[in-house]
């Protein structure tokens, strides 16, 4: 395999296969990327489930479609995500959950850690009933994953691309934490000059807004001479 190729495995209920194909037909029109979009591309006559993990140990990013159908499913909720979360926590890929359906998200420990696609947390169902360019929303957020996966997340600078943030999405999670696990919590954040700081703050205030963690988020700028 080219160096620069990388192996992509969609996660999602066999009930939202709908959005899985879709999905699927924007990735294929990228660069350097192989999909697998869960059971369907195996083999017929293999044994599935090791398969699976076969596939999930060589993925580089692995993109959640979320639903009730998806959080409700055993397999995925005890062995996929599992499986996933140990290959995350070791710095092995990079995930994106893409709510496809209205469900209790925000009550799953691991996914509610990321920032989530759509980026208003609506879901894919929601977004096309309304009549919404679903295919432009899909295209935005594939090309947000192509140009992940194509640079070095060593020292990665935080930035937005196609309204999205990427990058040091750890420092992101380590300060809510200390925001939300400490009653007076102090939070403070130095680095060189563009490497995100700032970027990163406001992503944080923003999600926290958006989960109703703070009733208000003030901002201070101070200019020094």
Not at 80 to 90: F, G, M, N, S
Not at 92 to 102: D, H, M, S, T
Request: aromatic letters at 10%; glycine letters at 4%; one cysteine or more.
């Amino acid at each position: 395999m080219d160096k620069n190729e990388k192996n992509i495995f969609i996660s999602y209920s066999h009930q939202d296969e709908k959005w899985a194909r879709r999905i699927k037909k924007h990735l294929k029109g990228l660069n350097f990327i192989n999909v697998v979009a869960s059971y369907k591309d195996i083999p017929i006559g293999t044994k599935w489930e090791s398969e699976i993990y076969t596939i999930l140990d060589k993925s580089d990013i692995v993109i959640l479609l979320v639903s009730a159908n998806f959080l409700s499913s055993n397999f995925i909720r005890n062995m996929e995500l599992e499986w996933i979360e140990k290959r995350y926590k070791k710095d092995e890929i990079r995930v994106f959950p893409i709510i496809v359906g209205e469900c209790s998200w925000k009550n799953n420990e691991f996914i509610r850690r990321f920032q989530v696609l759509p980026k208003n947390g609506k879901s894919l169902n929601e977004i096309d009933m309304m009549g919404k360019d679903i295919d432009k929303i899909l295209k935005d957020m594939v090309e947000s994953i192509e140009y992940i996966s194509s640079i070095d997340n060593t020292g990665m600078t935080a930035r937005i691309v196609n309204d999205y943030f990427i990058g040091r999405e750890k420092e992101k999670q380590q300060i809510e934490n200390i925001l939300l696990e400490n009653k007076k919590p102090i939070c403070e954040i130095w680095g060189k000059a563009g490497i995100g700081k700032t970027s990163i703050i406001r992503e944080v205030a923003n999600d926290l807004k958006a989960k109703n963690k703070f009733e208000d988020i003030i901002w201070l700028n101070f200019n020094y001479d």
